[in-house]
């Protein structure tokens, strides 16, 4: 079973409409999770990094937010641009098991004019 | 830095040629990564290296995969014979092992591979 499911798989936006994309995970003990972005045809690049102690963060209009307690984080999407379609993928990574890092499926973002 | 380079960008082959993909990674990071990303799975690891050293070949799917890195800047992943079910965006990644134990991945381009 995946340890970081991500919803929803996909999601249509008009741009300059907020969005929010949520990723529960099940992996411990817990060490940080980052939200990456991955453009068609490209690899992923990471966006923000949260660790335990961490709540939110920002990226210009990329916003996370972490609740370790409840295993959820959400990246939010501010004044959408036709250039933030792209795929969004949640990793968290574990303190036992630096280097498997357990990926989500991610979250289809298209931004339309 | 140009970042990690991975080639070919795409490839396409016929059932049971070989296969193989080239790495270069960041200069002076000593973690390298291959992930296979597909619709189904999405990125999934197959194998990661700690200065040049296999760590976990685990996701390996069986033994017509290999890989290897015979230096700090130089990697490959091979598969012989290839079957269709390969077909996959290939993805080399290399990191530094941070002390806050973050994942702090940069991934090369991908490499597409269709095996026909």
């Known amino acids: 079973k995946n340890q970081v499911e991500q919803s929803p798989q996909s999601l249509i936006i008009l741009e300059g409409k907020n969005c929010t994309l949520q990723?529960?995970?099940?992996?411990?003990?817990?060490?940080?999770l980052r939200w990456y972005k991955q453009d068609t045809g490209r690899g992923p690049v990471s966006l923000t990094i949260?660790?335990?102690?961490?709540n939110t963060k920002s990226n210009g209009r990329y916003t996370a937010t972490l609740d370790a307690d409840t295993k959820q984080s959400s990246l939010h999407i501010t004044a959408s641009q036709l250039s933030d379609s792209a795929s969004y993928i949640c990793?968290?990574?574990?303190?036992?098991?630096?280097?498997?890092?357990?990926f989500g499926a991610g979250t289809q973002v298209v931004v339309t004019p | 830095d140009a970042g990690v380079i991975q080639s070919p960008r795409h490839e396409v082959t016929e059932m049971g040629q070989e296969v193989t993909l080239r790495c270069k990674p960041i200069?002076?990071?000593?973690?390298l990564f291959w992930y296979r990303q597909t619709m189904m799975r999405g990125l999934e690891l197959l194998i990661y290296?700690?200065?040049?050293?296999?760590?976990?070949d685990s996701g390996m799917p069986e033994d017509r995969f290999s890989a290897k890195m015979p230096n700090a800047s130089f990697s490959t992943l091979k598969i012989q014979p290839s079957e269709p079910r390969d077909s996959a965006v290939y993805f080399c990644?290399?990191?530094?092992?941070?002390?806050?134990?973050?994942?702090?991945?940069?991934f090369g381009a991908g490499s597409r591979l269709t095996v026909l």
């Open positions: 990644a290399s990191s530094l092992r941070p002390q806050s134990g973050a994942n702090v991945l940069t």
């Open positions: 990723c529960n995970y099940t992996v411990s003990p817990f060490s940080n």
């Open positions: 949260m660790t335990f102690s961490e």
């Open positions: 990793v968290v990574s574990s303190t036992d098991s630096w280097g498997k890092f357990q």
């Open positions: 200069s002076g990071h000593d973690y």
């Open positions: 290296f700690n200065n040049n050293v296999p760590i976990d």
